[in-house]
């Protein structure tokens, strides 16, 4: 009975299958300890080639200062100890565990979560010339310096630096054979645009050890911010809400400060609700922070202006003074093509009223008998002032005029056209304030376009 189970064990393992594969790999990693440089020599240095496929942009964090990539390193070398002659195999690749062969340690210089990962899991590619590909990839946090002063039109520089935090450049060596990133697999991201990428190698050491120098590569992304939604979303209502301010100017006086009050609210609550797409940092001060503040400062302008517009429309005690009324009635009317306005107003009458009325008294005082009116000095109080003579005169000039059957010059109509000069005045002057604001956020995207057709 023990002969006929020797006997059926031998021909079990007579008949026993084993791939080419399998006995190439036994072989292969008979003696092979993944630990050690794959070179022959001690001396002499691994050359690793890197590139970096860029997949995706998940996050660019303004507030942090960390961007989000989601890429694929591709790392090739040389393996002396991982070669076979093609003529006893038909084998032209062999595919093994990441954690069964020697790979080049490598950290993110620039991390901002994890500078060394775990990426035994990945598998690696041998050739028959010993040369290996392994890709490792996943999500990289790395720091990166955002300016937003031209923001929603700005342009962010991210790097993703990636290189030796043990080997020094005498035992590894990176290296990288393209100039830019592979973005043939990147998917479009919502927020932003690819400019132009590049890669460049570099080296650095610490200051512990100066003399020892470590490699690393520098794959630079240059994004560009899609502005679309900021102006439709940000800029256009903000310029509307500008526009519905410059009706106040158009207004009558009794509605002036209803809708000038109703747009300043207006544009407060579209600040409240703009509040959260402006990145909040301190380092620079976006440009569409300033352009909002602006368009608050002319809001407010504007509101002071129509108070002041009020006053002038409801003055008339008094004459409107000769230069202003050469300089809002001829030159200013003119210039802002009111030509109803370029002609002086009339004050001959005023005059002639003026003086019929000092006449009367002179007429009356003189014929105090007849008229039992009193006289000048009887009626005037005695007072020691200059000021309130000037005053008591004139009432009492006014009280003549009355008894006399003559009224009072009116000059209301004088100050509100003076009111509507200075209407339109301000109105020209928001306008251009408007408008240069608008110009000024704009810029960044005026440049851009000049750049590159002149490039």
């Not at 392994?134 to 002063?149: A, N, R, Y």
């Not at 003086?355 to 009626?379: G, I, K, L, T």
């Amino acid at each position: 009975m023990l002969a006929a189970f020797r006997c059926k064990s031998e021909v079990s393992s007579k008949y026993k299958r084993t791939s080419e594969e399998e006995k190439l790999l036994k072989q292969l990693f008979q003696d092979y300890n993944p630990s050690a440089r794959p070179v022959l020599n001690s001396s002499d240095t691994v050359v690793v080639q890197m590139k970096f496929s860029l997949m995706q942009i998940q996050e660019l964090n303004v507030r942090n200062q960390v961007l989000t990539t989601t890429g694929m390193l591709i790392f090739q070398w040389i393996d002396e100890r991982l070669r076979w002659d093609r003529n006893l195999t038909m084998l032209d690749e062999l595919v093994v565990s990441g954690s069964t062969v020697w790979t080049p340690e490598f950290a993110v210089i620039n991390g901002a979560d994890a500078i060394i990962g775990d990426f035994s899991q990945f598998y690696a590619t041998i050739h028959p010339d010993g040369s290996v590909r392994w890709e490792p990839g996943g999500v990289f946090k790395t720091m990166c310096g955002i300016d937003i002063t031209y923001y929603p039109f700005d342009e962010q520089n991210c790097n993703l630096r990636f290189g030796a935090w043990t080997y020094p450049t005498n035992k590894m060596n990176f290296t990288s054979d393209r100039e830019s990133i592979i973005v043939e697999s990147f998917e479009d991201n919502g927020e932003w645009n690819i400019s132009w990428t590049e890669a460049k190698r570099h080296e650095f050491s610490f200051k512990n050890s100066p003399n020892e120098r470590f490699s690393f590569i520098r794959f630079s992304v240059h994004l560009q911010r899609k502005s679309a939604f900021y102006i439709m979303n940000v800029i256009l209502p903000g310029i509307l809400t500008s526009c519905v301010l410059l009706s106040v100017f158009f207004c009558t006086p009794a509605q002036k400060v209803h809708i000038g009050v109703a747009a300043l609210l207006s544009f407060r609550l579209f600040l409240l609700n703009v509040a959260d797409t402006i990145p909040r940092t301190s380092d620079h001060v976006p440009l569409l922070g300033i352009y909002l503040t602006s368009t608050m400062a002319i809001t407010t302008l504007a509101m002071v202006s129509t108070v002041f517009v009020l006053n002038l429309h409801h003055a008339g005690e008094r004459p409107v003074p000769k230069w202003a009324k050469k300089l809002f009635f001829v030159f200013l009317a003119r210039l802002f093509c009111m030509c109803s306005f370029c002609k002086l107003p009339p004050s001959q009458d005023s005059r002639k009223g003026s003086h019929s009325v000092r006449s009367s008294y002179a007429s009356s005082s003189s014929d105090h008998q007849r008229d039992n009116r009193p006289s000048v000095a009887q009626s005037l109080p005695f007072v020691l002032s200059v000021p309130s003579r000037k005053k008591s005169v004139a009432n009492f000039d006014r009280k003549l005029s009355k008894e006399g059957g003559e009224k009072t010059p009116d000059y209301s109509k004088d100050w509100k056209r003076l009111a509507e000069v200075f209407d339109r005045l301000f109105f020209f002057i928001c306008l251009i304030a408007i408008i240069a604001t608008t110009l000024v956020l704009f810029h960044p995207i005026t440049t851009a376009k000049w750049t590159k057709t002149s490039s």
